[in-house]
C-alpha cells in the first residue's frame, strides 16, 4: 500500500501528460458588447502586442466593408467606426474573400486582393492603423502600388507572418484561374514577383486554383490546401486535396492526408516554426463521387518542414463543421470565427467564437491518413484509359499484324472499336459533373477532337466500300483505307499524348502515372517488334 502511494503522483502525471495536456481542447468563447453580423469569408488578423483579432468586411447576404476587433482578455467586440460608404477613397471597398493578416512590426492591419459589388475584384493594399504613431495617423491608408502588381482576384492565398515584412498574395480567380506569387515589401512599398505561374500540367508547381484553405507558415512561407482547379482557363479536380508551401521561392508538395475541400480554414499553430492546422471545409459537391467526411471533432495537421499530416481529435464544446471561417494562431491556440455551418441550405452564416488549445504533437489520432475522395474527374481518367489506352490501340495492332487470321481479326477489331468509342463517349459525359466553365485548354480541346473523330470512325468502319473478291479496289474504297488507317494511327497517338497531359492535369498519383506510362512504353515496344518481324516475313515473301 505504501509502494502504491508513492508511485501514485507520478502515475497521475503520466496520465496527465498523456491525456490532459496532449488533449486539443474547444473552448466557445463569451463575446461581450455589440456583435458583428452573421458572415463569411472575411479578412482577419492578430495584433499580438494588444492581443487583438481584427476582422473586416466578408458577405452575410451582402458585402461588408466594417472593422472590427475582438478583445481576447476581456472577450469584448468594438467596431472601429472610422469606415466610411462604399467607393469612398478613405476605405476599402466592400468585398469578400480577401487576403489579409496584422503587420506586428508596423503596428498596421491589412487588406489585399478580393471581389466587391457588381463582379469588381481588387489587387489594392490597405493598412489600418489603431493608434497614431510618427508616421501614421489612426485610420485607413491605401498604399502605395508600385512595382510588378498581381492581377485582380478573389479567393486567393496569403497573407502576412507575425514575424514578417511583407504581404504574400498568391493563386486566385477573377476571369481565369491564377497560379502566380506575388510579395507586397512593406519596406520598399512595392509588389515583388515571386513566382511566374505554373502549368497546369506540371507535376511539381502548384496549378492555378482558388478557393483555398492558406494561412503562413513563415515569414517568406505561404501553405495552402486544396480549392477549386476546374474552369478559368484550366482544368483540374474542385475540389482538391493537395497541399503546397512556399519555401525559399521554390514551391514543395506537402504529403496527402485530408478529404477534398473547398474553403477550408489554415493557421499556424503558435511556437510550432511551421506546424499548420487545417479546420473545416465543404466537402459536399456536384463533381465528388465519394469523399469521406471529416469527423465533427477531427482537425488534421501538418508539419510543413517534412510534408507530413496526422490527422487529430479534439474534445471538448466542439464547433459546428463550418467553412469560409476566420481562423488565426492567437497567443493561447488557434481562434476562428464565423463562417457558414455546412449543414444547412440554402448558405447560412455564423458569428460564433472559438479557441482550440492543447498540443499537437502529443494529441490523439482521428484515423490515419490515406485516399479518403474520389471524383467522377477520377472516373472520366480511369474510362479514357481503358478506351485509348487499351481498347482502341489493341483493336489497331490486330488489324496491323493479325490480318492472316481471318475474319477472327476484323470481328476483334471491330468490337474492340466500338468498345473503346463507346467508353470514350462515356468518359467525356462524366467529365461534366466536376465542370465549372466551358473547356477550353488543350486537354479539353484534344480530347473533343479525338472523341469526334473516334465516333466518325467507327461510322466510317460500318459503311466501308464494298471490294470485290481477286478485283481491284475502287478509288472510293482506296481513299477510304488510307483515311482510316493513317487517321487512325494519328488520332490514336494524339489520344495517348492526352492521356499524359490528363494525369498530371487531374493531380493523379505517382502510382497511376507511373502504370500509365510503363503501359505507353510497352505499347511503343510491341509496336516496334511487330513491325520488325512484319517487315522480316514481307522480305521473305518478296524473295
Not at 507530413?308 to 491556440?333: E, I, Q
Not at 459503311?463 to 488507317?485: G, I, L, N, S, T
Amino acid at each position: 500500500m505504501r509502494f502504491i502511494n508513492l508511485v501514485k503522483p507520478l502515475l497521475l502525471l503520466v496520465l496527465a501528460i498523456e491525456y490532459g495536456w496532449g488533449q486539443l481542447t474547444w473552448t466557445r468563447l463569451s463575446q461581450n458588447g455589440t456583435k458583428p453580423a452573421v458572415r463569411a469569408d472575411m479578412g482577419y488578423g492578430y495584433d499580438p502586442k494588444n492581443n487583438l483579432f481584427y476582422m473586416f468586411g466578408g458577405r452575410g447576404g451582402a458585402y461588408f466593408n466594417d472593422l472590427w476587433t475582438y478583445n481576447l482578455s476581456s472577450y469584448e467586440w468594438n467596431q472601429i467606426t472610422l469606415t466610411t460608404p462604399d467607393n469612398n477613397a478613405s476605405t476599402p471597398n466592400q468585398r469578400f474573400s480577401v487576403v489579409s493578416g496584422y503587420y506586428a512590426q508596423g503596428e498596421m492591419f491589412l487588406v489585399s486582393s478580393g471581389e466587391g459589388n457588381g463582379k469588381t475584384f481588387f489587387n489594392d493594399v490597405w493598412a489600418f492603423t489603431r493608434e497614431a504613431t510618427s508616421e501614421r495617423s489612426p485610420g485607413w491608408e491605401q498604399l502605395p502600388s508600385n512595382g510588378s502588381l498581381p492581377e485582380v482576384r478573389y479567393g486567393a492565398a496569403g497573407g502576412i507572418h507575425p514575424d514578417g515584412s511583407s504581404l504574400y498574395l498568391t493563386h486566385g480567380f477573377s476571369n481565369r484561374r491564377y497560379s502566380n506569387t506575388f510579395r507586397y515589401d512593406l519596406a520598399s512599398m512595392e509588389w515583388v514577383e515571386v513566382f511566374g505561374g505554373a502549368s497546369e500540367y506540371s507535376a511539381t508547381e502548384p496549378h492555378a486554383r482558388c478557393l483555398v484553405g492558406h494561412a503562413m507558415a513563415g515569414p517568406e512561407s505561404p501553405v495552402f490546401y486544396g480549392g477549386c482547379l476546374s474552369g478559368g482557363f484550366t482544368g483540374g479536380p474542385c475540389p482538391g486535396s493537395d497541399s503546397w508551401v512556399l519555401r525559399d521561392g521554390k514551391w514543395s508538395r506537402l504529403g496527402d492526408c485530408a478529404a477534398a475541400k473547398l474553403y477550408a480554414g489554415m493557421a499556424e499553430w503558435p511556437g510550432s516554426s511551421g506546424g499548420v492546422v487545417l479546420f473545416g471545409g465543404l466537402e459536399t459537391d456536384r463533381a465528388i463521387i465519394r469523399n469521406d467526411p471529416s469527423e465533427p471533432n477531427e482537425i488534421d495537421y501538418v508539419d510543413t518542414n517534412t510534408g507530413n499530416w496526422k490527422r487529430l481529435a479534439t474534445g471538448g464544446d466542439v464547433p459546428r463543421s463550418r467553412y469560409s471561417h476566420a481562423m488565426v494562431a492567437v497567443r493561447d491556440g488557434v481562434l476562428i470565427f464565423g463562417g457558414s455551418p455546412t449543414d444547412t441550405k440554402p448558405r447560412a452564416f455564423l458569428n460564433d467564437m472559438w479557441l482550440l488549445t492543447g498540443n499537437p504533437d502529443n494529441a490523439p489520432t482521428a484515423g490515419s491518413c490515406g485516399p479518403r475522395w474520389f471524383l467522377y474527374l477520377h472516373l472520366h481518367g480511369f474510362f479514357m484509359i481503358i478506351s485509348w489506352g487499351i481498347l482502341l490501340i489493341a483493336g489497331v495492332f490486330i488489324a496491323r499484324y493479325f490480318r492472316h487470321k481471318n475474319p477472327t481479326w476484323f470481328k476483334l477489331h471491330q468490337g474492340l472499336q466500338i468498345a473503346g468509342a463507346s467508353l470514350s463517349l462515356l468518359g467525356i459525359i462524366l467529365v461534366f459533373p466536376g465542370t465549372r466553365a466551358v473547356p477550353n485548354f488543350a486537354h479539353s480541346v484534344i480530347g473533343a477532337l479525338i472523341l469526334i473523330f473516334s465516333i466518325q470512325q467507327v461510322i466510317n468502319g460500318l459503311r466501308r466500300p464494298h471490294k470485290e473478291k481477286d478485283q481491284e479496289p475502287p478509288k472510293k474504297r482506296v481513299y477510304w483505307e488510307y483515311w482510316h488507317m493513317w487517321g487512325g494511327r494519328l488520332f490514336l497517338l494524339l489520344g495517348a499524348i492526352n492521356i499524359s497531359l490528363g494525369v498530371y492535369l487531374a493531380l493523379a498519383p505517382s502510382s497511376v502515372i507511373a502504370v500509365w506510362f510503363v503501359m505507353f512504353a510497352a505499347w511503343i515496344i510491341a509496336f516496334v517488334v511487330m513491325e520488325i518481324r512484319l517487315q522480316l516475313q514481307r522480305q521473305g515473301k518478296g524473295a
